[in-house]
């Protein structure tokens, strides 16, 4: 397993932009499908964007589409959510994940979870 590590959460004003980082340690973080997710409460945890280990394939969740991008940079052992154009309904507790499979983590699997990161935007 990897451990991960979230960070770069915070408040900020809706239309304002954050990123969020995960670092990796542990195994080698390269095999590694990559995924953000989040807890908006009350609700279920949702997938919000994935990012296979070459870097090369992503997927969103319908409602961050064209808002948010998810990136790897495997030489620091780093994954990256960039949220642009926030919206009050993006306030959530934002956790990184880890698997070898990229399939399980698009079914809302992981290995490896992060503590979590809270993203409060306010309307």
């Known amino acids: 397993q990897v451990q991960l590590v979230e960070s770069g959460g915070g408040l900020v004003q809706a239309g304002d932009s954050l990123r969020l980082s995960c670092a990796a340690s542990g195994r080698t973080f390269s095999i590694y499908a990559m995924g953000w997710f989040r807890r908006i409460a009350g609700k279920e945890r949702e997938l919000v964007a994935t990012?296979?280990?070459?870097?090369?394939?992503?997927r969103y969740a319908d409602s961050v589409k064209g808002r948010f991008t998810i990136s790897r940079d495997n030489a620091k052992n780093t994954v990256y959510l960039q949220m642009n154009s926030l919206k009050a309904e993006d306030t959530a507790v934002y956790y990184c994940a880890a698997d070898r499979a990229w399939s399980t983590l698009v079914g809302g699997g992981g290995e490896s979870w992060g503590q979590g990161t809270q993203v409060t935007v306010s309307s």
């Open positions: 990012i296979d280990w070459t870097g090369g394939s992503t």
